[in-house]
């Protein structure tokens, strides 16, 4: 069964760091590229970033750019996400998904999300 | 950045009534389009993509339809579960964006 569980959100003060971290099974890692898309409260789906199956290459949402960043390690099954210079509207639950193979940039597996709320 | 319009923002329709969504576009998409369905307090799901292919898993009663700039979600016969909000997605060009979401009441 393919299962991508994040963690690591939480409350951070303006100008904060997080890193987000997510856990993949049931499938072939390095075999996808994966993404972050996060929701703020209330308000509807914004993609964040994304990175090659091997790592080699990593794309990101503008408002993110210089602030995020996004990396992988194959071997642990792993994806992560850095987060530094946090702003209040970067509040929001941040969800890993994988992106099918040959289809193009959709979602095909999301994970239950998890919260980051920046505040003071 | 290609900016979306979904319609309507708020459906409410009973069990087994037959009901569409639709979702516009500023430009030209092809058929680079994908659906998703939000229960309350749980992840999206991928219902359909390439604007009118059923994710495999997805019930057989959701269907795509469209071209271009112009895109149609339908439910045949609304059931219960249904409950929630839909999004259109488009992945033609960078970054892939969303549209603002149709809340199904039922």
């Known amino acids: 069964e393919v299962q991508v569980v994040e963690s690591g959100g939480g409350l951070v003060q303006p100008g904060g760091s997080l890193r987000l971290s997510c856990a993949a099974s049931?499938?072939?890692?390095?075999?996808?590229?994966m993404s972050w898309v996060r929701q703020a409260p209330g308000k509807g789906l914004e993609w964040v970033a994304n990175i090659k199956k091997d790592g080699s290459e990593t794309y990101y949402v503008d408002s993110v750019k210089g602030r995020f960043t996004i990396s992988r390690d194959n071997a642990k099954n792993s994806l992560y996400l850095q987060m530094n210079s946090l702003r209040a509207e970067d509040t929001a639950v941040y969800y890993c998904?994988?992106?099918?193979?040959?289809?193009?940039?959709?979602?095909?597996?999301w994970g239950q999300g998890t919260l980051v709320t920046v505040s003071s | 950045v290609i900016w979306m319009t979904q319609s309507p923002s708020l459906l409410s329709a009973s069990p087994g009534d037959r009901v569409t969504i639709s979702c516009r576009m500023s430009?030209?998409?092809?058929?680079?389009l994908a659906w998703y369905h939000q229960k309350s307090g749980k992840a999206p799901e991928l219902l359909i993509y390439a604007a009118s292919t059923l994710q495999r898993g997805a019930p057989s009663r959701f269907s795509g339809r469209g071209f271009g700039t112009e895109f149609t979600l339908t439910i045949s016969r609304l059931q219960s579960e249904d409950t929630g909000t839909f999004y259109c997605?488009?992945?033609?060009?960078?970054?892939?964006?969303f549209g603002q979401g149709t809340k199904v009441e039922i």
């Open positions: 998904a994988r992106e099918p193979a040959a289809v193009g940039m959709t979602f095909d597996y």
């Open positions: 430009q030209g998409i092809s058929n680079y």
């Open positions: 049931g499938f072939t890692f390095n075999n996808f590229w």
């Open positions: 997605q488009q992945y033609y060009s960078f970054p892939p964006t």
